[in-house]
């Protein structure tokens, strides 16, 4: 989808958005914040100038190419950016200057390859393919023990935490297990001292089931489609 949406439009669907956002944080009692990160894989760089009226200033981006494009028109714009496709690790050196924080960290050889062309310190999120399925990217929960405690002695990059995707299911429950495995493994974790700094962040949670993440722990929602539709 890539012609422009209407500002009241995405203004409607953001409003409803947040406020569910906000409900699923005060069913839990959550105090910390969440953030929107807005999935604009799929829309053109007017209808991002459109979102950052409506005062979004997070936006995903899966692929290296589109976000060089969007990056060389908004470069100045109030924005952060998240990486969360998957990253080849030959594109490394071209996404660090645009991204804020990398979510698709998913091998020690892509962690390493962040460290080497890091500038300053790159903040990463570790991929877990928590739900063990052959279609996704990520370390699976066993192999994480180890392999972190290689990716936590690199320099320039700093873990902040885990992210992950539920299955592809209309099953909430199924997703709000994995979400919560993702919550638990992340806490050990930081308890280990892997993840070095406060907050812990867990980017977990899309259009269709963000809210159960919320109220499973995310810090970040990924979320596309019903922001746009
Ligand atoms: C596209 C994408 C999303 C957003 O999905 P929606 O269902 O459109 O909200 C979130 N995370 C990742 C990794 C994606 O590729």
Redesign the pocket.
């Known amino acids: 989808m890539n012609d422009i949406l209407t500002l009241e439009r995405l203004r409607c669907n953001i409003s409803r958005i947040q406020d569910q956002i906000e409900e699923a944080r005060s069913k839990v009692n959550r105090s910390d914040e969440v953030t929107l990160v807005a999935?604009t894989?799929?829309v053109c760089v007017n209808t991002i100038k459109l979102l950052l009226e409506l005062g979004i200033r997070n936006i995903?981006e899966?692929r290296v190419q589109s976000a060089q494009d969007k990056y060389r028109v908004l470069s100045t714009a109030k924005l952060t950016w998240h990486m969360?496709?998957h990253l080849q690790t030959n594109k490394t050196k071209l996404v660090l200057p645009i991204f804020d924080m990398i979510?698709?960290v998913d091998s020690i050889k892509l962690a390493k390859k962040i460290s080497e062309c890091s500038i300053n310190t790159t903040k990463i999120l570790l991929q877990v393919n928590i739900s063990k399925e052959d279609s996704k990217h990520g370390f699976y929960e066993k192999q994480l023990q180890d392999k972190i405690l290689e990716i936590s002695t690199l320099d320039n990059i700093k873990i902040c935490g885990l992210m992950t995707?539920a299955p592809f299911t209309d099953d909430m429950d199924t997703c709000r297990k994995y979400f919560r495995k993702t919550r638990i493994l992340g806490e050990k974790l930081r308890d280990k001292g892997y993840i070095k700094q406060e907050k812990l962040e867990l980017s977990m949670g899309?259009?269709?089931d963000f809210n159960v993440a919320i109220e499973e722990g995310a810090t970040l929602v990924?979320?596309?489609?019903?922001i746009f539709k």
Not at 222 to 226: E, F, I, L, N, Q
């Open positions: 999935v894989k799929t995903g899966n969360i496709g979510h698709s995707m899309m259009s269709r990924r979320v596309g489609s019903a």
